[in-house]
C-alpha cells in the first residue's frame, strides 16, 4: 500500500506540475553549474610559484552546482514557486598542495558533487528533479510543495550540503544549515555518512561551526521552523561528547553564524524569519522583518537559555560574524552588517519576477549618497543590500552596548574571515571580500572584485556624508583585473608560524575571468596584501562563483 501510495503521488506532481529553467544572462554565465572531472588533475603555476613555508594541505571550496541544468520553477495550478539563488546541490572543489621526496610542489585538482541522501534519490534513482522549490514563490504553490515533499519524500526541502567546510577531530565535513553534516574523504571527495554526533543531534546544524580558543571544542546551533527554534551545542574536541541547551526562542530565525570567546558562545538573533503561519495567510516563508527587533546574546560555554545575557541592538541583518573576544567587561562583537538580507531575495511586494531590479538597485551605490543607518530608510535610495564592517561592544556589567560602523561607504564587504589561531581572541587584522557595485547591479547577483585587509587596531576620522563624524579603521585592498571576481577566500599561516605575526601567512582565493572564461586560484602574501598574487595556478576547467572555503593541513587529514 505505501508503495502504491507513493506511485499515485509521483504521478500526481508528474501531471500538476511541471519543472522550468531560471534563466542566465550573458553576465551570470559563471552561475552555472559544471561537470564533475573526474580523476584527480595535476596543476602547474601559471605565473610565480609557491613558497617552501606554505603549508602542506588541500584548500576545499564548498558552492552550489544545480542538478540538471540549473536553478528550477515549478509552474502548477497553485502557481509558481521558485529555487533561491543559494539553493543547488553542493560541489566541492579541492586544490591539493604536497611536496614529493626532493621538497618540490606536486599541486593538483579535483571536484566531486556531495552526494546528500536527497542527492542520490533525485540523481540515482529518479534521475530527474523530484523536490518541489519552497523557499520563494506564491504562498499556495509553496504550502502545497512544503506538504507534497514532505509526503513523498519525508523531507520538506532538499539536503543541498552547498555552505561551507570545516574539519573536527582528523575528519571533514561539509554543511549547509537546514541538515546535519556530510563527513567527507579529504583525498577522494567521497560523501561518507551523516554526522549526528553519536546519535545526539537530530536538527539542523549551523553552516559556521566555530571552535573554541585553547580548548579545542567546536560551538555549534541548529535554527529549525518548528520548535525548538534555536539550539546551541557544544561538541567535545574530540567529537564524542555534545552538551545540548534549547535557548527557547518565541520566533524561528535564519541566523547563520555564530560566534565564541575564552569563556562565552555568542549568538545572533536579528528579524529573518520563517514562519508557516504567515505563509498559510499568503504571505512568505521566510522574511526579513524590517520594523522587527535584534539582539546579541554572549552565554557561558556550557550554559543554558537562562544564564544568557541578551543585548537589544539596532535593528539590522549579520549574517557572518568577523570574530568576537573579551575586553575588560566587555564583550566585543564584529561582523558584516546590512539593512536587509539577501536571503531569499524580494519581497511580494517586488515579485519573483523583478528580482533582477530589486538586487541590481540593492547592489547599485554608484549615485547612493545618503548615509542610510536605520531600518525606517531601507529602499528609500539605492543601495540598501550595502554590508558594512560593524562593531558592537556588549557590557557584562553594566548591560550597556554600544555599536557603530567601522568601515565606510566606499565599498560594501562581505564573507569575512581571519587567521584561524586568533579566532575568540583579540586581533590586529580581519579580511574580506569586496563586492563590485557595478558588475552586481548589472548581473543582478553578488560579484567580488577585490579583498579587503582590515587593520582594526589604526583608525581615523572622517565625516559621513549626512555631516556626522565616524572613527572608522584602515582598510587596504588587494585589487583583480578588470571582469575578474573572487570567491571563497580563507586565511592559510605560514607552517610553523605559530607566535609570528598575525598576517604572516597567505590568502588562498578562486579568480574567474570573465572575458577568458578561466578560473585560477591566486596565492596573496597577507603581509603584503596590496601586491601582486605570489602564485596563480589554473584550474583544467572553471569553478562556479560559490561560498565558503577552508585549508586543511596534512597533519590534520585522517
Not at 529553467?21 to 552555472?32: E, R
Not at 580523476?39 to 613555508?53: A, F, N, R
Not at 553534516?181 to 553552516?207: A, C, H, K
Not at 508557516?276 to 504571505?283: P, Y
Amino acid at each position: 500500500m505505501k508503495n502504491t501510495s507513493g506511485k499515485m503521488l509521483d504521478a500526481l506532481v508528474n501531471s500538476m506540475f511541471k519543472f522550468v529553467d531560471q534563466p542566465l544572462l550573458p553576465s551570470q554565465k559563471n552561475f552555472a553549474p559544471v561537470e564533475e572531472i573526474g580523476s584527480l588533475v595535476e596543476i602547474k603555476c601559471t605565473e610565480g610559484e609557491i613558497p617552501p613555508d606554505f603549508a602542506e594541505g588541500v584548500y576545499i571550496r564548498n558552492g552550489n552546482n544545480p542538478l540538471f541544468g540549473g536553478l528550477k520553477s515549478a509552474v502548477s495550478i497553485f502557481g509558481q514557486s521558485h529555487q533561491c539563488w543559494v539553493d543547488g546541490e553542493g560541489m566541492l572543489h579541492a586544490v591539493y598542495f604536497k611536496k614529493d621526496q626532493h621538497g618540490s610542489w606536486i599541486i593538483s585538482y579535483k571536484n566531486r558533487y556531495v552526494e546528500t541522501e536527497t542527492f542520490k534519490l533525485e540523481k540515482h534513482i529518479h534521475n530527474k528533479p523530484c523536490f518541489l522549490p519552497v523557499l520563494q514563490g506564491d504562498a499556495s504553490a509553496v504550502l502545497a510543495a512544503l506538504l507534497l515533499n514532505g509526503l513523498r519524500f519525508g523531507a520538506v526541502n532538499k539536503y543541498f550540503s552547498n555552505t561551507n567546510v570545516f574539519e573536527h577531530s582528523g575528519r571533514v565535513y561539509s554543511v549547509t544549515e537546514n541538515y546535519l553534516p556530510q563527513e567527507v574523504d579529504i583525498s577522494t571527495l567521497e560523501t561518507l555518512s551523516d554526522w549526528d554526533v553519536n546519535g545526539t543531534w537530530d536538527r539542523p546544524f549551523t553552516g559556521h561551526p566555530k571552535k573554541a580558543p585553547s580548548s579545542g571544542e567546536l560551538v555549534i546551533m541548529g535554527t529549525d521552523a518548528k520548535k525548538p527554534y534555536y539550539v546551541l551545542g557544544v561538541i567535545s574536541a574530540d567529537g564524542k561528547k555534545l552538551h545540548k541547551a534549547d535557548l527557547k526562542f518565541k520566533r524561528s530565525v535564519l541566523s547563520h553564524d555564530i560566534g565564541v570567546t575564552q569563556k562565552y558562545n555568542v549568538i545572533i538573533d536579528h528579524p529573518l524569519t520563517v514562519d508557516i503561519q504567515r505563509l498559510a495567510m499568503g504571505g512568505q516563508l521566510m522574511k526579513y522583518e524590517k520594523e522587527g527587533f535584534a539582539r546579541i546574546g554572549v552565554m557561558p560555554r556550557y550554559g543554558d537559555a537562562e544564564s544568557v545575557k541578551w543585548f537589544e541592538v539596532q535593528t539590522s541583518c549579520t549574517f557572518h560574524i568577523l570574530n568576537c573576544f573579551e575586553e575588560g567587561d566587555e564583550v566585543v562583537v564584529r561582523g558584516c552588517r546590512a539593512l536587509t538580507s539577501l536571503i531569499p531575495g524580494p519581497d511580494d511586494d517586488v515579485g519573483f519576477n523583478n528580482k533582477f531590479e530589486w538586487f541590481s538597485k540593492g547592489f547599485n551605490f554608484a549615485h547612493h549618497t545618503k548615509d542610510v543607518s536605520s531600518a525606517d530608510d531601507i529602499f528609500a535610495e539605492p543601495g540598501y543590500l550595502f554590508s558594512r564592517v560593524y562593531e558592537w561592544r556588549l557590557n557584562m556589567v553594566s548591560g550597556k552596548v554600544e555599536e557603530k560602523n567601522l568601515t565606510g561607504t566606499e565599498f560594501s564587504m562581505e564573507f569575512p574571515f581571519i587567521n584561524d589561531q586568533v579566532t575568540g581572541l583579540k586581533h590586529k587584522y580581519g579580511y574580506t571580500q569586496v563586492v563590485d557595485s557595478m558588475a552586481s547591479s548589472t548581473c543582478g547577483m553578488g560579484k567580488f572584485g577585490s579583498l579587503a585587509k582590515l587593520y582594526l587596531e589604526e583608525s581615523y576620522a572622517t565625516t559621513s556624508a549626512e555631516g556626522k563624524c565616524e572613527e572608522l579603521i584602515k582598510v587596504e585592498y588587494h585589487k583583480f583585473e578588470e571582469n575578474n571576481f573572487c570567491n571563497g577566500s580563507v586565511f592559510v599561516a605560514r607552517h610553523g608560524g605559530k607566535g609570528m605575526e598575525e598576517d604572516d601567512g597567505w590568502i588562498v582565493t578562486l579568480v574567474h575571468n570573465e572575458e577568458t572564461d578561466v578560473t585560477q586560484v591566486h596565492v596573496i602574501d597577507a603581509s603584503r596584501f596590496g601586491s601582486e598574487a605570489i602564485a596563480k595556478l589554473t584550474l583544467p576547467q572553471r569553478v562556479p562563483y560559490g561560498f565558503h572555503g577552508t585549508f586543511v593541513s596534512m597533519p590534520s587529514q585522517s
